[in-house]
């Protein structure tokens, strides 16, 4: 299916043409008909083609922004005996601004004056503009001239739109809504992409709906691609409240923003400098808004409600007093706060260089990092489907760069969510390890850094960022502490563990005595630096043994029977009650002996050595 909007000036024949076109009425209220005057939004179809039919008259601007909004293709209608009018250039100047680039041109009522000025005049209003020299055919609604001649260049024109990918997230803005007995809510709307199907749990203001039921083109269906026409019968809490304008999209994946960063491009006569105030008109949505310039066609814009926006999308700034409208293509929805004096006139040279397609690169090198689901809900290509996880951390803790079988990843860092600049990567990478080493050599009875003092000091979001890059610079991890791979002692600290070692040579289960470590100066700190420096092993208050005394231990109990206890476990080691309970405990902890109901000791299997083993 293909969805084409009307556009032209008030009673130039439009939905006279559509009624010739489709048989069915676009008028759908009584003083419409009455009148003859469009009011509102009609929709009627003719095969694979749907139609929605937009008011001409200035007083119904907003219905027919509403309408054009989220189509990708108009039939612009002029009529042969007024020629080019006010609303033909004001709905021109819309379509310009929106970036709709299809579309036929129809002269209508031929038979009341020869089409060849009208044409001629349509052509000039069109003429640098995204429609210039699209097909054009006069044709009369009353006496059927030029209709075949008009439906195949329809034909033509919907063969020639792209086609959108049917996996898209959905985003269907609501043009209409109404109630059906037994039913409940009904919404209709043009789905540009993506695919709807009964069943679906949709998001709507921040609250969950489910569709219950789908029509297209008038038949029911349990599934529709888009681009199509589509009434959703929807349930839920939110159901009730809907309205024209609110917007419909799938759970998690798009982000609601209020404040955006877009160029301007001003249609026709329009003034480059926009107002203050404004109303801000995408899809079928009209929001009110903030203005605030940064360059010369690019500009801050704060509305009242947020809106799920991705970069490229294409909308409508438009003055209420003035009339005028500004096109409008965001350059970033989740832009930069500007607080310090000149980031406005710097924000203003960074979207210079921006052309509203998102790149992964670029957006990570404006960003420095992001979440892996935050950049695909962005518009940002390349990031794999939002929602569906991203590839971790390897076991060792260090980052991933590259690709995965998400989606290209163009060199980026991967840290569990987030995707990382590789510069500015290393540039934090660099960072950590002077961090590391000013705390060591500031305190160095103390040379730990906590993982969260680090965090905040390199500005990071995540603990989990702080862990990748500490894992290729083997900094040791102790308690929660960041600390060199060989910190150095204080040389009183340093001669003192060298006295301790060369005690440990001939008995290395012999721990010191308080009053020896007070001689050696060897205080708490003292031995919580040696510790982390590797030198030692504290296994309760005041006993120390050297660093690798469990597994010298293991070697010794395995020489002794199967069970043993903590008095035979004592001699064979050659060391104290002080000593041997701790340090049999800790060898308990770790799993390598356990007791026995008698309250005997043994080696766990795999820590005997086969010849004594049993």
């Known amino acids: 299916m293909r969805v084409i909007a009307t556009a032209g000036h008030v009673d130039h024949g439009k939905s006279t043409l559509l009624r010739a076109l489709t048989g069915m009425e676009p008028d759908r209220w009584e003083e419409e008909r009455r009148r003859g005057l469009t ?84 052509r000039a209003g069109l003429e640098g503009t995204t429609l210039e020299g699209i097909p054009a055919v006069a044709v009369s609604a009353r006496t059927g001239a030029g209709m075949p001649e008009l439906r195949a260049a329809l034909a033509a024109l919907a063969a020639a739109l792209p086609d959108p990918d049917p996996a898209s997230d959905v985003r269907l803005w609501i043009d209409r809504v109404f109630t059906i007995a037994g039913r409940g809510t009904v919404v209709t709307g043009t789905l540009g992409a993506g695919r709807l199907a009964t069943g679906d749990t949709l998001r709507a203001g921040g609250r969950t709906l489910r569709v219950r039921g789908l029509h297209s083109l008038g038949q029911a269906c349990d599934e529709i691609a888009g681009p199509a026409r589509v009434a959703v019968n929807v349930r839920g809490a939110a159901a009730d409240g809907l309205r024209r304008g609110d917007v419909l999209v799938t759970p998690g994946r798009w982000l609601s923003t209020a404040v955006l960063d877009v160029r301007l491009t001003p249609p026709g006569d329009t003034p480059r400098r926009p107002p203050r105030q404004a109303v801000w008109h995408i899809g079928s949505a009209g929001v009110p808004a903030t203005v605030r310039r940064l360059g010369d066609d690019t500009a801050r814009i704060v509305l009242a409600q947020s809106l799920p926006l991705r970069i490229g999308d294409r909308a409508l700034l438009r003055d209420p007093g003035s009339r005028h409208l500004w096109g409008a293509t965001v350059l970033d929805v989740r832009p930069p706060e500007l607080r310090r004096r000149g980031a406005a006139g710097q924000r203003a040279a960074e979207l210079a260089a921006m052309d509203g397609r998102a ?79 000013a705390r060591a050599a500031r305190d160095p009875l103390d040379p730990g850094l906590p993982v969260e003092a680090a965090r905040q000091a390199l500005g990071l979001p995540d603990r989990a960022l702080v862990d990748a890059l500490a894992a290729p610079l083997r900094l040791k991890r102790e308690r929660g502490r960041l600390l060199p791979p060989t910190a150095a002692l204080p040389p009183a600290t340093e001669r003192a563990v060298r006295a301790l070692e060369a005690g440990w040579t001939a008995e290395p289960f012999a721990a010191p005595d308080s009053d020896r470590l007070a001689a050696l100066g060897l205080d708490a700190r003292a031995l919580a630096a040696a510790e982390a420096a590797g030198r030692l092993t504290r296994l309760a208050p005041g006993v120390v043994l050297p660093p690798d005394a469990a597994g010298r231990a293991v070697a010794v109990l395995a020489t ?26 800790s060898l308990d902890a770790a799993g390598v002996t356990r007791r026995a109901s008698d309250g005997e000791r043994e080696l766990v299997r795999s820590a005997r050595r086969p010849e004594v083993a049993g």
């Open 39 to 122: 009011i509102d939004l009609g929709f009627v179809w003719t095969g694979d083609l749907a139609f929605v039919d937009v008011p001409g008259h200035e007083r119904f601007l907003t219905n027919m922004l509403a309408g054009v909004g989220p189509v990708p293709a108009v039939l612009f209608v002029v009529a042969a005996d007024e020629g080019w009018r006010v609303q033909s250039q004001e709905h021109l100047d819309a379509v310009t601004a929106l970036g709709i680039a299809h579309g036929v041109l129809a002269i209508t009522r031929a038979d009341l004056a020869d089409p060849a000025a009208a044409l001629a005049e349509a």
């Open 359 to 437: 790149d992964l690169a670029a957006e990570l090198a404006r960003r420095a990092l992001a979440r892996r689901d935050d950049l695909a809900a962005m518009g940002v290509p390349g990031t794999g489907t939002p929602g569906t996880g991203t590839p971790g951390t390897p076991a060792d803790g260090a980052p991933r760069t590259g690709t995965s079988g998400a989606g290209d990843l163009g060199g980026a860092v991967v840290v569990g969510e987030w995707l990382v600049d590789p510069a500015a990567w290393a540039a934090w990478r660099d960072r950590l390890a002077g961090l590391v080493e």
């Open 560 to 585: 002794l029977p199967r069970t043993f206890t903590t008095a035979q476990a004592r001699q064979a080691l050659g060391t104290s009650r002080r000593v041997a309970i701790p340090l049999l405990e």
